[in-house]
């Protein structure tokens, strides 16, 4: 009767702890968890008094305790069950923000546990407690410290499966009936559900550690794990994955990237159809769970479109050369190393852990069949790509509007744009190339104009950096198409005024740029800060290199062009004259900023001798020259 007292205390707190405690009223949040705790202690009491009995009655001593004893023993029963209440004392004062008090019942744990030997009645309870400590100390910044608890949990689970792996007893039975006792199923499920909880601290604490790629291993195990176990929310699993496929695209490793983005959109359909208006019937929680739903969504929308940016992005580096147009010697090498490489890529595949169960598995091959992970090589490769970006930019959009999310907004235009600029680079017609830039053009330039200059000063100093260079690249494709069709001596009236223009924007926005950089009385920095130092310098050499590029038949309008040509290239000799540091930012524009500046002056004098002879020839009829 005085144990099944006991059981029935340690349910009640269970109770109160799992379920009570989430009625509990803002002005005392920890009522039913002070309550359990209390339950706790007197269990703990209890346990004392039946070891006294056992001892008065011949049982074992201290002494024996004390020096060791298996798991399975009286003695290391009784160990194990004053270790469970120890740890569910220590539970109890974390969760109540008592952290030191927590922290010391959980090592009364480890010393109550430290002379058994591990054993099917003791190895979930060596494995929590220190799951339990290494979350503590994670807490407190002692990573390291977090780092040898856990790393020991996970050393004590892998000599356990290695020498034993039968299905150990879960903490609960310590205090259960016999006719209440886990199946081997559960108690499987639960203990392999302790071990992936310490894969999942192990991933943080690496993390944190800035073993990054330790950190991915871990992070990808326990996803594949909690889909094994059936224990995982839909879309924060799903989320998880997307997230963990941006480190494997920084290293370049877009096979697993890819397969975390299919598993992610496949697991994250199971949360269920999200609708795309609120029903007036719904409540406010059930409104704020697909409101929740829509934006997870929308991040994994994110998350792919990175996916097709870094594909192509990456293929192009390695097809331009060093003028970074396309390489079509390269482009057939790597045509012709295809076949072997997808060889490589299939072993890859077999080795890596897949995500997935009998009803998810044949729906994320499926989904990663629509999207390449391999570098594509010409412009049908690149727009199969570049379509599927495409498609979750409309989807991120549909969440992430202007309204209320501007800035999430302009980082997908901004990542909408530069897909059309690496699909431009396969282009090889030079009039589709242009369009695709006035695409560009089309989606930022309203949006840069529309900004608030006050609050949103750093994104539109982007915006006006990137409208520029655009700009700057149809300056050289109309330029380029024109040379093709015709003499270049010979160019019509309204290529030369498209021409004109296309340079006159480029170097207004650049002008704008640099305007935002000054003062509010309107002065120029003396001084660069590093953030801004490359992008201001190499905008002062390209409006320099825009003027002398303005086509014009008027000798004073082509000496104004020069003369603000030359201004700026002083610019950029002259501030890295006074600041040495700022050289190695702007080498090669430094380079060929000195030279302008030295042959810039000659264009001028040439153009005042043209003008003086005009102005003579001019005069001697009685004409104007203007």
Same mark, same amino acid.
């Given at each position: 009767m005085a144990w099944r007292a006991i059981c029935e205390k340690f349910i009640n707190a269970q109770n109160l702890v799992e379920i009570e405690s989430r009625k509990d009223p803002e002005s005392d949040p920890f009522r039913s968890r002070y309550k359990a705790r209390e339950l706790l202690k007197e269990i703990y009491c209890s346990l004392k008094n039946f070891e006294a009995t056992e001892e008065e009655n011949g049982g074992e001593s201290e002494d024996g305790f004390s020096q060791g004893f298996s798991g399975d023993s009286p003695a290391g029963l009784q160990a194990a069950k004053l270790g469970a209440v120890e740890y569910y004392l220590g539970v109890n004062h974390i969760d109540t923000e008592e952290l030191s008090a927590g922290q010391e019942h959980l090592m009364n744990c480890i010393k109550l546990l430290e002379r058994c030997r591990v054993s099917p009645e003791n190895v979930s309870l060596f494995i929590h407690v220190r799951n339990q400590?290494?979350?503590?100390?994670?807490?407190?910044?002692?990573t390291e410290t977090a780092q040898e608890f856990l790393e020991t *949990?996970?050393?004590?689970?892998?000599?356990y499966m290695k020498e034993d792996g039968t299905p150990p007893t879960d903490m609960t039975e310590y205090f259960t009936t016999e006719e209440n006792l886990l199946t081997h199923q559960e108690r499987t499920k639960r203990f392999e559900l302790a071990y992936t909880h310490t894969m999942y601290y192990l991933a943080q604490v690496y993390r944190n550690l800035g073993q990054t790629e330790r950190a991915a291993t871990y992070c990808h195990c326990t996803l594949q794990r909690q889909l094994q176990l059936n224990q995982f929310s839909p879309m924060e699993w799903a989320l998880n994955a997307a997230t963990l496929s941006q480190y494997y695209i920084t290293k370049g490793r877009y096979m697993e990237g890819r397969h975390c983005l299919s598993a992610a959109t496949v697991i994250s359909g199971l949360a269920g159809e999200v609708p795309c208006e609120p029903a007036a019937q719904e409540s406010e929680t059930e409104n704020e769970h697909w409101e929740q739903l829509r934006q997870k969504g929308?991040?994994? *929308?994110r998350c792919w479109i990175k996916y097709c940016l870094n594909l192509l992005q990456d293929a192009k580096k390695l097809l331009e050369d060093n003028i970074g147009e396309l390489d079509t010697d390269r482009q057939e090498e790597l045509k012709r190393a295809r076949t072997h490489n997808e060889e490589e890529e299939e072993k890859c595949k077999k080795s890596t852990l897949m995500f997935g169960s009998e009803d998810t598995f044949d729906a994320i091959a499926s989904l990663e069949e629509k999207v390449c992970c391999s570098f594509p090589l010409d412009f049908t490769e690149a727009r199969a790509v570049f379509l599927v970006g495409q498609n979750y930019v409309t989807q991120a959009k549909e969440y992430f509007q202007i309204d209320g999310y501007v800035t999430d907004h302009i980082e997908i235009l901004q990542d909408h744009s530069a897909l059309f600029k690496t699909l431009a680079f396969f282009e090889e017609d030079l009039?589709?190339?242009?369009k695709m830039h006035k695409r560009r053009v089309d989606?930022?330039?309203?949006?840069c104009n529309d900004l608030n200059a006050k609050y949103y000063l750093l994104i539109r100093r982007q915006l006006m950096f990137e409208l520029a260079e655009t700009f700057m690249e149809m300056t050289d494709l109309k330029l380029a198409l024109a040379n093709r069709q015709t003499d270049t001596q010979s160019l019509d009236n309204h290529t030369i005024k498209k021409f004109n223009y296309?340079?006159?924007?480029?170097a207004k926005y650049f002008q704008m740029f640099l305007d935002s950089l000054c003062f509010p009385e309107g002065k120029f920095p003396e001084h660069l800060e590093e953030e801004v130092l490359r992008p201001a310098l190499v905008a002062h050499f390209r409006v320099g290199r825009l003027h002398s590029r303005l086509i014009t038949f008027s000798p004073l309008a082509q000496l104004e062009n020069l003369s603000k040509s030359l201004e700026n290239y002083k610019y950029v000799v002259e501030y890295c004259e006074v600041h040495p540091e700022a050289a190695t930012a702007v080498e090669a524009e430094l380079e060929l900023s000195k030279e302008m500046v030295g042959l810039v002056p000659f264009a001028s004098l040439r153009w005042l001798y043209i003008e003086n002879i005009l102005f003579n020839f001019f005069s001697y009829f009685g004409w104007s020259l203007v």
């Open positions: 400590l290494g979350i503590l100390w994670a807490g407190r910044d002692e *949990a996970e050393s004590i689970y892998q000599c929308a991040e994994i *929308a009039e589709r190339r242009c989606m930022i330039e309203p949006i296309l340079c006159s924007a480029s």
